[in-house]
């Protein structure tokens, strides 16, 4: 019963570096997203996608860039690193149905703790 | 511009007596209304939600409360346990975004329940 996973759990990168983080569902989800999640900000949408070989922007997309070659994956890199880009990263996905109520939920992975020094 | 706002960043309760905690809305189109509650090293999880056409919603020791004219929403929980003590964000979608099943997500607002 896995759900939603996120890979790595913790990330230390340096100024310019790069690196994708791995999101991975197993609910057949059309929609999955990334969040990042600041103190005192919330959680905030990077990117999303409504399906397999699709990616839109969210609200904090710059630095940020995402694919989605497989349903059930979902990756987001990050090209050159900032310490700007310090945060927890939250993948979410959610299903396509007629449920509008239950099309809403969107079910998290355990994060992603990364520091760019 | 935050249209989801949770304006208490925290909360304090007694065990056994009632926690609310507040969300404060701009967008009149937002129509589905939900709390996720989100412990320490753990991603948020669904907690309970609303539709705009209902203005109170039970789970249990959870209720979630709407007020469209006020555009205010409250989660009680009664009676409040520590195993409650936690992160809670309120989070809103329209229905401009119900095809892609995007979400607002206020601040959060931490809860600790005392023994």
């Known amino acids: 019963n896995a759900g939603v996973t996120q890979t790595p759990k913790f990330r230390v990168l340096k100024t310019g570096q790069s690196m994708t983080l791995l999101c991975a569902q197993d609910?057949?989800?059309?929609?999955m997203y990334w969040y990042r999640q600041d103190p005192g900000m919330g959680l905030r949408l990077i990117h999303y996608?409504?399906?397999?070989?699709?990616?839109a922007k969210g609200e904090v997309p710059d630095g940020y860039n995402v694919s989605r070659l497989k349903k059930q994956n979902f990756l987001l890199g990050l090209e050159s690193a900032a310490p700007s880009q310090t945060s927890v990263y939250f993948c979410a996905s959610s299903y396509l149905g007629t449920d509008q109520l239950a099309k809403n939920i969107q079910y998290f992975g355990a994060g992603t703790r990364l520091s760019v020094l | 511009d935050q249209q989801v706002k949770q304006n208490s960043p925290s909360l304090s309760v007694q065990e056994g007596r009632i926690s609310i905690l507040n969300c404060d809305y701009t967008n009149s189109m937002f129509d589905y209304f939900l709390w996720y509650k989100k412990y320490p090293a753990e991603g948020p999880t669904f907690l309970i939600s609303?539709?705009?056409?209902?203005d109170k919603n039970e789970d249990g020791r959870f209720t979630v409360f709407l007020n469209k004219s006020a555009k205010h929403l409250s989660l009680h929980i009664v009676p409040s346990q520590p195993g409650d003590s936690a992160v809670y964000f309120c989070a809103a979608s329209g229905a401009r975004s119900s095809n892609t099943g995007k979400l607002i997500f206020g601040q959060g607002t931490t809860l600790q329940v005392k023994p």
């Open positions: 609303i539709s705009s056409i209902k």
């Open positions: 996608s409504v399906g397999e070989g699709t990616t």
């Open positions: 609910m057949n989800h059309e929609y």
